[in-house]
């Protein structure tokens, strides 16, 4: 075997090259053995080709540059790469793949070590953040965002329930003489599994004997019926991650419709619960901030801002396993089709695109600038001056701030 063959066979090695069609597996083997590529080179070579799939965007051999000096071909097969992941998407043309249609999962429930109440898992120094702790009531989505971080984390499919998750709520000691903002929605979507296994029960009661507790529920679901039945605490919170239709089609596969997540959310602030609204992430695509608009004019027309606590904004960042997890999927998505800028060591869009989509987003609700919280969810200090105009100077004014509003707008005494 000579020793190209081998060196070909071993760089292949745990790379996604199997994973390639066959015809672009031939391709690139017939480059690599002209040009001799390096073992970084086809794997950076394979990505490409894998993020070229997932984008539905030209193969890699529409774009390959032909060349006889490997040097050039290789720097100008990057450029054709970055151009196209620079250029601002568009769905026009965009046909999902191998989405999943309907909710498949095996449900597990058993005792689980500790209890999964904690600090916000993606809060930093680095970012101005609220100190928000979340609650794990249950591990992994049934939904599938192919933007969420959940999916390298836990397996998908899985569902969890920890037997225990009621009796060690009830045991939970906090401090009566201080307010706590919990969110349950970090590992799982708050609302789509309504009641089973008794989570609701459990924290209906606990926000009962808790009333220090500002306990909010995060949701892509209209899953509302429990809420509906029965009296809501009223420390407890309802918010909803909405989108432009275009994302919520295209990339928030299996959960409720813009209008569906709008209707149950009006439905629970008409029996007197309070709402509140996160765009996180907000996408760039082409013509976006028009499609936004429309969404955050939806807003104000359907709610009072006497009924919504806060609303946040937030964009794409990713971590490297996320990446991985994404080009190792057989589906479609553009969700990774965008300029990465390196973001508190994640990688997200340029400064200056969310400077644009986070003052626009913050200026389309001027209306409600003074009577609802408005806040930037894991961005650096400075982002919040360009494009709200003010800052915080610590992640504990943030919280105090936050913690301030929410109390006033909810009717609790605000300890510190
Ligand atoms: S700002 Fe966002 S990331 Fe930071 S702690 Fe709050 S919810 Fe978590």
Redesign the pocket.
């Known amino acids: 075997m000579n020793t190209y063959t081998e060196k070909f066979n071993n760089s292949i090695q745990n790379t996604l090259f199997e994973k390639l069609p066959p015809q672009e597996q031939n391709f690139i083997r017939e480059k690599a053995f002209l040009l001799h590529f390096t073992h970084q080179e086809l794997k950076q070579i394979i990505d490409i080709a894998r993020d070229l799939g997932m984008w539905n965007e030209k193969s890699l051999a529409e774009i390959f540059p032909e060349h006889t000096q490997k040097k050039v071909v290789f720097t100008r097969l990057k450029q054709a790469y970055e151009a196209l992941r620079n250029t601002p998407n568009s769905y026009k043309n965009f046909t999902p793949k191998n989405i999943a249609t309907e909710q498949k999962y095996t449900f597990k429930t058993q005792s689980k070590e500790g209890f999964g109440l904690g600090?916000?898992p993606?809060?930093?120094e680095k970012?101005?953040?609220?100190?928000?702790l979340t609650l794990d009531a249950v591990e992994s989505c049934g939904f599938d965002c192919s933007y969420c971080s959940i999916q390298s984390f836990y397996k998908q499919n899985t569902i969890t329930f920890d037997s225990g998750f009621a009796q060690k709520l009830k045991n939970l000691n906090l401090d009566k003489n201080k307010t706590y903002h919990i969110?349950t929605g970090q590992s799982s979507d708050s609302l789509m599994w309504g009641n089973r296994e008794g989570i609701l029960d459990a924290l209906f009661l606990f926000a009962k004997e808790n009333p220090n507790v500002l306990l909010e529920f995060k949701t892509k679901s209209d899953n509302i019926k429990y809420f509906m039945e029965n009296a809501v605490p009223s420390n407890i919170l309802c918010t909803w991650s909405l989108n432009t239709p275009t994302i919520i089609e295209n990339e928030e596969h299996l959960a409720a419709s813009l209008e569906k997540r709008i209707h149950a959310a009006r439905n629970l602030a008409d029996k007197g619960v309070k709402v509140g609204f996160h765009f996180h992430p907000i996408v760039e695509y082409e013509n976006y901030l028009d499609e936004y608009q429309e969404v955050y004019e939806k807003l104000l027309l359907k709610f009072n801002p006497q009924e919504v606590v806060l609303v946040s904004f937030?964009t794409l960042t990713f971590i490297k396993p996320v990446i991985k997890k994404l080009r190792d999927r057989e589906f479609r998505s553009k969700i990774t089709q965008m300029p990465f800028e390196d973001a508190s060591g994640k990688s997200s869009y340029p400064h200056a695109t969310k400077v644009e989509m986070f003052k626009h987003a913050y200026e389309s609700f001027a209306p409600w600038h003074k009577s609802v919280f408005f806040?930037?969810?894991?961005e650096e200090h400075g982002m919040w001056k360009d494009a709200f105009g003010y800052q915080y100077w610590t992640n504990n004014d943030f919280e105090h701030a936050m913690l301030h509003a929410y109390c006033k707008k909810m009717g609790m005494d605000y300890l510190m």
Request: aromatic share 6%.
């Open positions: 600090l916000c993606v809060a930093s970012t101005r953040c609220c100190n928000l969110g937030g806040y930037l969810c894991m």
